[in-house]
């Protein structure tokens, strides 16, 4: 792990700006990038804590407010009933291809920041997972990884309701990585053998990973949380982005300013 530094920008999207959080390495030199997508409730403290992981292994992480059409910049949906039903009603407001331009967005912008090697992959947890998993059928992704991808199978995302995430697989020329959780409510054994086999119909590069645990066991607030299922699934991310991504051309040391002894 290494100092990070943190930042905000304003992408320009058809839709409107998209406020955009990047975390990446204080040490000099390029780093790989990553697009991470929330969850419903935007960038939460659980997600910001998940970037800054993933900036302190060695990546430029650009993390999007994925309602930015219809919230003001910066807001954060509180982790309660309205929080949730505000997100999922979103959701299906936003229009589906309002969610691929914002993708776009965010890879173009990594492709030209100063930091990154231009390497990219994405990960998502929940509707992230799917929206990660739709981004990554944009040309040069290298990877992709979905934390408990909802409405994949079914094509909940996006206003119809009738996303055609999982008909586009074949497009998908990156490694995929799918965790799940078996007692999630929202994508049941049912719905998780469909992924899978559109995966195998496709002859996907893909590993797959089912855990006994909860929808959200990955969010560190919450009685789901399940921190040795975070600590092994954050471990899968980190290894499959160095794999194909590469470590950027420095090392990650610390570069930071000098700490006050005490």
Request: charged share 20%.
């Amino acid at each position: 792990m290494t100092i990070i530094d943190s930042e905000f920008t304003d992408l320009t999207t058809p839709t409107g700006p998209m406020r955009t959080y990047v975390f990446r390495p204080a040490a000099p030199g390029k780093y790989p990038g990553i697009l991470l997508y929330s969850e419903i409730f935007q960038v939460t403290g659980p997600i910001r804590r998940t970037a800054a992981f993933l900036a302190g292994h060695g990546f430029v992480v650009a993390v999007p407010e994925i309602y930015h059409e219809f919230e003001p910049a910066g807001k954060v949906l509180a982790y309660d009933q309205p929080g949730a039903t505000r997100g999922n009603e979103l959701k299906f407001v936003k229009a589906l291809a309002a969610y691929d331009t914002d993708a776009r967005a965010v890879f173009a912008f990594l492709a030209s920041h100063p930091h990154c090697t231009g390497k990219l992959g994405t990960m998502g947890i929940c509707i992230g997972g799917h929206l990660s998993f739709r981004a990554a059928a944009n040309p040069g992704v290298l990877a992709a990884v979905c934390f408990y991808a909802t409405g994949l199978h079914n094509g909940e995302l996006g206003s119809g309701k009738n996303a055609d995430s999982l008909a586009r697989t074949p497009e998908i020329k990156g490694e995929l990585l799918m965790i799940w959780g078996r007692q999630d409510p929202h994508v049941p054994l049912e719905g998780r053998a469909k992924v899978q086999a559109a995966l195998a119909a496709a002859n996907s590069n893909f590993t797959w990973h089912e855990f006994n645990g909860a929808h959200a066991f990955l969010r560190d607030e919450g009685t789901r949380y399940d921190p040795e299922l975070a600590y092994i699934g954050l471990g899968l991310a980190v290894s499959l982005f160095r794999r194909k991504l590469g470590q950027g051309d420095l090392s990650a040391a610390s570069t930071g300013p000098t700490e006050t002894k005490h």
